[in-house]
């Protein structure tokens, strides 16, 4: 499945360009935007290598980063449901503008709604 979409996609371009509408979103976000740095380069080139790896292509995020460690790297930040529906409504704009065949669409929607919802590490206030 993973080297499929990976090659359905053409490659790392499209992981480039899917987070670069991502972070566009992010860039405009009240919810998300204090929970990124100033600088968002480094961030975006990380996200992009890293998807392109789970999806199948070569394993440069691994080599940078080493293991992956979402839930500790996402630790020091407080993200609940807000944050999460927040981020999920980014990512979902970044698939629907780069349009890749719908059942790639459905598969990287369904990794990212698990994702997403594995990194809430905080309960919303009352």
Known sequence: MNDSVYAAV?????????????????????????????????GQRSLALFLAQY?????????????PRLRMRHVPFRITERERHAWMAAMDGAITAMDPPESVARQLREYFEMAATAMINARMEQ
């Open 10 to 42: 053409g490659g790392q371009p499209f992981f480039d360009a899917l987070v670069a509408q991502f972070y566009e979103r992010v860039e405009a976000d009240p919810v998300l935007r204090p929970l990124y740095p100033d600088d968002l380069a480094p």
């Open 55 to 67: 999806w199948g292509g070569p394993p440069e995020y691994s080599a940078e980063k080493g293991h």
